[in-house]
């Protein structure tokens, strides 16, 4: 199932939670419940927001340097995506080890 809404950028938090379980026809086909991936991209293109609820991980892009470096600089939630990639992405594998795939050709 696939379910997408659209909001403005001035939207309340009630407002927003109300989307998430928005009824589509059966309760359990809220977006509160079914999404296991969700995608945010606004209309100026200047930010993009993907997640997947198994992996527990969320990713951000951003088209302002400045702000990319300002907060990679908090220490907080934010790291650049070598720095992710190095210290997430074989966290759900056995032994923490991806298999590496040779490239086809």
Do not use: C, H
Request: charge should be neutral; proline fraction near 5%.
């Amino acid at each position: 199932m696939t379910s997408a809404f659209y909001f403005k950028g001035d939207m309340t938090k009630k407002e927003y939670i109300s989307l998430r379980w928005r009824n589509p026809g059966n309760e359990v086909d809220a977006i509160q419940f079914g999404a296991e991936v969700e995608a945010y991209i606004p209309s100026s293109l200047s930010w993009a927001m993907w997640g997947e609820r198994s992996r527990e991980i969320a990713m951000i892009g951003l088209d302002d340097p400045a702000l990319v470096k300002a907060l990679i600089a908090d220490k907080g939630w934010w790291m650049d995506a070598g720095t992710a990639s190095n210290e997430f992405v074989g966290m759900p594998f056995i032994d923490q080890k991806v298999k590496r795939m040779s490239r086809p050709g």
